[in-house]
């Protein structure tokens, strides 16, 4: 129960953080490379956490791993939706 709590808590906190995560590491790195953007995204949101929690981000980023790979997930699924939407917009 308190775990739920706690994993619905850094999700609504960290969320916000991973659309533009996965925009700044597919600008840095460009096409391919998944595994290195995930981690580079992840990073991203891990240096904006409050400056108290920042001595923990790796404690923080094993203990939440699969909340990141979800966060990181839905947000490249949100990325290309928008990049399709783009394109169709232009075919019109």
């Known amino acids: 129960m308190i775990k739920n709590k706690i994993i619905k808590k850094a999700k609504s906190?960290?969320?916000?953080?991973?659309?533009?995560?996965v925009i700044y590491?597919?600008?840095?790195?460009g096409k391919g490379f998944g595994e290195t953007k995930k981690q580079i995204a992840i990073d991203f949101i891990l240096q904006r956490l409050p400056l108290f929690l920042l001595p923990?981000?790796?404690v923080i980023k094993n203990i939440f791993s699969e909340l990141f790979d979800f966060l990181i997930e839905t947000a490249?699924?949100?990325l290309h939706t928008?990049?399709?939407d783009l394109l169709e917009g232009e075919k019109l």
Not at 25 to 29: I, K, P, T, Y
């Open 13 to 21: 906190l960290l969320a916000p953080f991973a659309l533009p995560a």
């Open 56 to 58: 923990f981000k790796g």
């Open 25 to 29: 590491a597919e600008n840095l790195v």
């Open 82 to 84: 928008i990049q399709e």
């Open 76 to 78: 490249v699924i949100k």
